[in-house]
């Protein structure tokens, strides 16, 4: 079963990455909001990550700032499309459908609980 998590980061501004494992890599956007938070969080696609992330927490290189794990699991794709993807987490703190969903005309994606 593929795996997710969640990553506290710092830079260049506080923010979560979520990270979904694909293949050889993890299909990843930033979060702007704490993602257990109600309603539409705001989520920005950001390139793949090395699949290391799954289970790093530490300084990022570069001078990227520190990111510590928020939550880890695995996750099932429910349905996908282009413009929205809805899987089932099993986290230890977020379980449940979870939909990232592209906003009409727009590069941002939004993230949000399958049952509000």
Known sequence: MPRFTILTHDHPFPHWDFLLERGEALQTWRLLTVP??????T???????????????????????????WDTGDYN???ETTERLEVEL???RLTGRFILERAVGSPVWRFYSASE
């Open 36 to 41: 257990d938070s109600p309603g539409e969080i």
């Open 43 to 69: 989520a920005e696609p950001l390139p793949d990550h090395r699949l290391m992330y799954l289970d790093y927490e530490g300084p990022v290189s570069n001078g990227r700032g520190v990111v510590s794990r």
């Open 77 to 79: 794709i429910v349905q």
């Open 90 to 92: 099993t986290g230890e």
